[in-house]
């Protein structure tokens, strides 16, 4: 009798096989795992671009704003002196130079401090700051004017809130506890709020009692009754609601009491250089004016104020923003230039 043999593999054959399929399955998983990662890492770089566009945003719409009256500009300052608003940079500390990539130069600061008046112009809602009073506020008393042509609260979207063009607005750095990008320290860049009353004749002369309640208006410091700034009060330094030398140590106290937005968290750096003449500013001699210098490229260390006057002028001011993303372990930065 013949026994017919079947065709097949042997044992080494599939041995064999099976060893290149886990070798390409090994090679596929692999791939995957660094498609995930290499997807995850260009997101967090987009949702970190994101977040800095979103707060530059916020950002340019303040510094674009008028911070005078009559249309006047920061460099309008070094022959006018303005009568209401203000712009101020506050430095608690220089810069620290960290070397130059591509011929861009890198700072590095945390005790910067932007602060200014914000005037909106406009008709719709979102041409108004708001801030919640107490319901029996002469804030929201109709027959108590705090416009000077007595707008009616309608035209100002006003109910149970209280609206104006006008506000006292700050930038500053509030240290993250605990958190670090490596060694370096992290920050929270808060931007701080406070609703300016254009005309306050009527609702100071009512004796407002100090209450917490009005912590979203801007009233002169430790007055009792409350003193409302009006536009042109912020021309002093002293009644200005925020005070930029100690609103950092403040904040880091008791941890919300000049906070209204948190704009980014995990930032690294943020630096607030203005930008002045390479010679001194012009003076009024007479009736004209010395010669001046040409503009700097980039922004300098200065603390200053409008309130210091006439020959104190800024055009325009460098703005840089460094944040941290733990995902990708990179940082961003993204660098304003706005002319005043």
Not at 130 to 150: E, G
Not at 167 to 183: D, H, R, S
């Amino acid at each position: 009798m013949r026994i017919q043999r079947r065709a097949g593999y042997t044992i080494v054959e599939l041995l064999v096989a099976m060893a290149l399929i886990m070798t390409i399955m090994a090679i596929l998983s692999e791939a995957f795992v660094q498609g995930l990662e290499t997807f995850s890492k260009l997101k967090a770089i987009g949702d970190m671009s994101e977040r800095l566009r979103l707060a530059s945003t916020v950002l340019r719409r303040d510094l674009n704003a008028d911070h005078f009256e009559a249309r006047i500009r920061p460099s309008d300052s070094s022959t006018i002196v303005p009568a209401s608003g203000f712009f101020r940079t506050y430095q608690g500390a220089p810069s620290q130079p960290e070397g130059a990539c591509d011929g861009i130069n890198s700072w590095y600061a945390t005790t910067h401090v932007l602060h200014m008046a914000v005037k909106l112009r406009g008709n719709r809602q979102e041409d108004f700051f708001t801030a919640s009073v107490p319901a029996a506020s002469p804030l929201l008393d109709p027959t108590k004017s705090t416009t000077f042509f007595n707008q009616p609260v309608d035209a100002r979207y006003q109910a149970a809130t209280y609206t104006s063009q006008w506000a006292e607005v700050c930038y500053f750095l509030v240290p993250i506890p605990n958190a670090k990008a490596g060694g370096t320290p992290l920050y929270g860049l808060y931007r701080a709020q406070r609703v300016v009353v254009a005309d306050s004749r009527d609702v100071n002369a009512a004796n407002v009692a100090a209450d917490p309640a009005y912590s979203q208006m801007s009233t002169q410091p430790t007055k009792n009754p409350l003193v409302f700034n009006n536009p042109n009060d912020l021309t002093d330094p002293t009644k200005r609601s925020i005070d930029p030398t100690t609103i950092i140590a403040t904040v880091t106290a008791t941890p919300g009491a000049y906070v209204d937005q948190l704009l980014l968290s995990d930032v690294i750096s943020f630096t607030v250089r203005p930008m002045r003449r390479q010679k001194q500013d012009p003076v009024l001699v007479g009736n004209n004016l010395n010669a001046v210098g040409t503009l700097m490229p980039l922004g300098v260390d200065l603390s200053y104020d409008t309130a210091s006057g006439i020959g104190r002028a800024i055009f325009g001011v460098e703005i840089t923003i460094r944040v941290w993303d733990l995902k990708s372990k990179q940082t961003r930065q993204i660098t304003i230039v706005q002319d005043l």
